[in-house]
């Protein structure tokens, strides 16, 4: 008999005398197996081992190997409540990022909710052939399935410093894995946990989730229809000591506010004059044209990390940034890179550079800039018509969204659930604020719809939502 067929007719001999022990009792020991049954102590091991894969012994080293008693039945719950002790208090909260990234609808029917939330490309508005035909060519390379150089594919990186402008060169740039990434990484390479960083408010929720997350305080500063205010900037680095900034020079997200070139300068002066970093969140460059320089191009000082994605203007899955950073910030944030994902997949990296290098490129963005004027004014011409109530905080030249105030007295939460109850997706304006908003809020985003007429379907739904919202805050008339 073969070691093999030995160990089966031993654990076949022992499955059958544990079915005929109870729960807790001891089997033979090994010595005992050993010379009852004429076999190696390594077959007895391996025996043994086959009944703990199955759950029908336990091992007690010094002790010896007993009858395990049952598992619990399959429909029974676990207690998992001991997690709740062994991972403290630390949250990490997504309920303002999730709604932000469900997938929009496909389809424009009444029983279809319409999704006015989500700023990433409606299908239609993608550049699927030109995306597909990138990607083939560049997966067909052998190379391409190697291991990319850890900052990013040199082209690639030259393409991102090309986009930033000024005098950044490739050197400068380190390619990660989407936006949302980058500024996660930035963020934990530039302050401590516990420390104190600045938003614009209202901000980007993921930015506050990121930060909340990382263990970091987000302090506010006020903007304007012109973006953030250079001399409460100022006074908030003051009082708090921050040394990081998070700024979205504009399109703003979600008020479509963009900072005029004189304000990229002041911002700047002010940064340096705290020893601060600012984290230029260029996200819309592609959504909005023509635009300021960059602030990253106006720096001089190694102020400025400046983050540039593409998945707004192409597609969710094309999860490729480029982070332009200068001195000991840039070395950090490469080994932040490198710790956290190695490197970003090459795939992707290529398809970037077959895409972005390809005439496809520019006809993209030349429609993609025509709809989001188009799908602009058709929401405020729906809005200003069906909803007048809902005072459109400043009309933008590009972006994604428009920014509403609601009447005072209405309650931005309770809004947004009952326009989900008749069929339209709406993001309540709490989200977007690091503590209590000033005021009820809404977000609607233009850009996820099919088409023009579903975004005045998705109008005509919010403001039944609203007349309803209306008449219950007002309450039963008294005769």
């Known amino acids: 008999m073969n070691d093999d067929s030995s160990i089966v007719s031993l654990a076949a001999m022992l499955r059958g005398l544990t079915e005929s022990l109870r729960p807790g009792d001891r089997l033979p020991s090994s010595r005992e197996l050993v010379r009852a049954h004429g076999v190696s102590p390594v077959t007895v091991s391996r025996a043994l081992a086959v009944l703990a894969a199955e759950g ?3 091992t007690r080293p010094g002790s010896g190997t007993y009858v395990a008693r049952p598992a619990e039945a399959r429909g029974e719950s676990a207690d998992l409540s001991w997690q709740t002790v062994a991972l403290g208090d630390r949250v990490v909260d997504d309920s303002g990022v999730v709604p932000l990234l469900m997938p929009p609808p496909t389809a424009f029917a ?3 909710a319409i999704g006015l939330t989500s700023g990433y490309l409606n299908p239609a ?8 035909t990138a990607a083939a060519r560049a997966v067909r390379r052998a190379a391409t399935w190697g291991m990319p150089p850890l900052s990013g594919v040199p082209e690639l990186r030259r393409w991102f410093a090309a986009e930033a402008g000024g005098d950044v060169t490739p050197a400068d740039v380190v390619i990660a894995g989407g936006g949302q990434a980058a500024l996660t990484q930035a963020l934990r390479a530039l302050a401590a946990p516990g420390a104190p960083v600045l938003v614009e408010t209202p901000t980007y929720p993921g930015a506050l989730a990121a930060a909340r997350t990382l263990g970091l305080r987000a302090h506010a500063v006020p903007i304007d229809r012109d973006g953030v205010r250079p001399d409460l ?6 009082v708090t000591g921050a040394r990081v900034f998070y700024c979205q ?3 703003h997200n979600p008020t479509g506010a963009v900072l005029p070139r004189d304000r990229r300068e002041q911002v700047l002066a002010v940064a340096r004059a705290a020893g601060a970093f600012v984290i230029e969140d260029d996200y819309a460059r592609y959504l909005s044209a023509p635009l300021p320089p960059s602030m990253v191009t106006l720096d001089t000082h190694g102020t400025v990390v400046h983050l540039n994605s593409l998945s707004k203007a192409v597609a969710p899955s094309l999860r490729v940034a480029g982070v332009t950073a200068r001195g000991p910030a840039a070395h950090r944030l490469r080994a932040a890179q490198v710790v956290e994902s190695f490197f970003v997949a090459r795939p992707l990296q290529e398809t970037v550079v077959e895409l972005t290098g390809s005439p496809a490129w520019g006809r993209h963005l030349a429609a993609l800039s025509a709809q989001i004027a188009a799908r602009r004014d058709a929401l405020v011409a729906s809005l200003t018509a069906r909803a007048p109530e809902l005072e459109i905080h400043h009309i933008p030249q590009g972006g994604l969204h428009l920014w509403l105030r609601l009447p005072p007295d209405l ?3 309770a809004l947004v659930d009952a326009a989900r109850r008749e069929g339209v997706l709406v993001s309540p304006g709490r989200i977007f604020y690091p503590a209590e908003p000033p005021g009820p809020r809404v977000r609607v985003t233009h850009i996820a719809a099919a088409h023009t007429a579903e975004l005045d379907e998705g109008v005509r739904r919010l403001a039944t939502a609203l007349r309803k919202e209306n008449a219950r805050a007002r309450g039963p008339v008294t005769p």
């Open 233 to 238: 900037l100022a006074e908030a680095f003051a």
């Open 110 to 112: 009444d029983d279809n």
């Open 411 to 413: 309650d931005d939460a």
């Open 249 to 251: 020079p504009g399109p």
């Open 56 to 58: 029908r012994v336990v």
């Open 125 to 132: 508005l993608r550049p699927a052939k030109a995306l597909t």
